[in-house]
């Protein structure tokens, strides 16, 4: 089993950035971690994942403005959200499994969730 808690959603203005964290507890090792985000109406889709071996995939969407990172020793994934927009307006979501495959922006493909964190950028 696998707990995640995710931290550090809040309000910005379009331009700003947040960092946004996820404390992952329980059979960590291994883990492909992941960030998921779900806009009002709209379904769930993946935004960026590091793999246990330290890829990183992101969606086009977001590439070159946010960055996935890991802090193996306090068991943490980071989330640093810059250059922001309103269309980044969404719930954000932590999810992990043991292994993502090539689907690894899918959401079928993760077992755990976190409780996810509101990001709202304003225009």
């Known amino acids: 089993q696998v707990q995640l808690v995710e931290s550090g959603g809040g309000s910005v203005q379009s331009g700003g950035s947040l960092r946004l964290s996820c404390a992952a507890s329980?059979?960590?090792?291994?883990?492909?971690m992941g960030w998921f985000r779900q806009a009002p109406g709209k379904e769930r889709e993946g935004v960026a994942v590091?793999?246990?071996?330290?890829?990183?995939y992101y969606a086009d969407s977001v590439e070159g403005r946010f960055t996935i990172s890991d802090d193996a020793a306090k068991n943490t994934l980071y989330l640093q959200m810059n250059s922001l927009k309103a269309d980044d307006t969404a719930m954000y979501y932590c999810a992990a499994t043991y292994y993502c495959g090539v689907h690894y922006l899918s959401e079928l493909v993760y077992r755990y969730w976190g409780q996810g964190t509101q990001v709202t950028v304003s225009s």
């Open positions: 590091i793999d246990s071996d330290g890829s990183t």
């Open positions: 329980g059979y960590t090792s291994g883990l492909c």
